[in-house]
């Protein structure tokens, strides 16, 4: 049996693609909880800043000698906060890598053979074995093949063929199980 992906990336792959990059490497394959936990610290640290910051000021003008020892750290919580609440989710670090993607508007093609797996696209041709995958992760819309540490190759499954047996195919070649990332 052959399984063969015929795409052209966009953003949203690559944004995806992030998605199951940080659920990989924190074990958590929950990403909105995980952003709606970071903007919660994000926006405690801030308040907690703001308000070291009004009581030392408060402090000073009442005579208390708010000192810069009281007011810088007050003044760095609070930018720290608004840098995780603003911070880089996966969106935001899926648009830069797709900016630095080479091969916008090109095809990409994945041919899954039962001894390796074929890659082709304007710039490369590849060849990997079924040994080199390390974790894989699937989505509604796309599975993730991760073949080190940060590089997988995205799939489609809109763009497979045949469209059923992929996820059974690849678990048996692999021996990995697939996580299932909950959006």
């Not at 830069?96 to 994945?110: H, T």
């Not at 763009?159 to 690849?170: L, W």
Request: glycine content about 8%; overall charge positive; hydrophobic content about 40%.
């Amino acid at each position: 049996m052959q399984y063969r992906f015929n795409m052209t990336y966009d953003e949203s792959d690559f944004i995806a693609f992030m998605s199951a990059y940080i659920a990989r490497s924190t074990g958590k394959v929950s990403i909105k909880l995980l952003n709606i936990l970071s903007r919660l610290a994000g926006a405690f640290m801030v308040i907690g800043g703001m308000a070291n910051i009004v009581l030392s000021v408060y402090s000073a003008v009442r005579g208390g000698g708010a000192t810069m020892s009281v007011l810088l750290p007050a003044i760095f919580i609070t930018v720290v906060g608004l840098a995780i609440f603003y911070g880089k989710d996966t969106k935001h670090s899926g648009r830069m890598l797709w900016k630095n993607y080479d091969n916008k508007g090109g095809a990409v093609s994945y041919l899954f053979s039962p001894n390796e797996i074929k890659s082709h696209d304007r710039i490369s041709d590849r060849k990997y074995q079924y040994s080199v995958i390390r974790d894989i992760f699937e989505d509604d819309e796309r599975y993730y093949l991760f073949v080190s540490a940060k590089e997988g190759l995205i799939l489609r499954k809109d763009c497979a063929s045949p469209k059923e047996g992929f996820s059974d195919f690849i678990a048996e070649k692999t021996g990995l199980k697939i996580n299932y990332i909950k959006k």
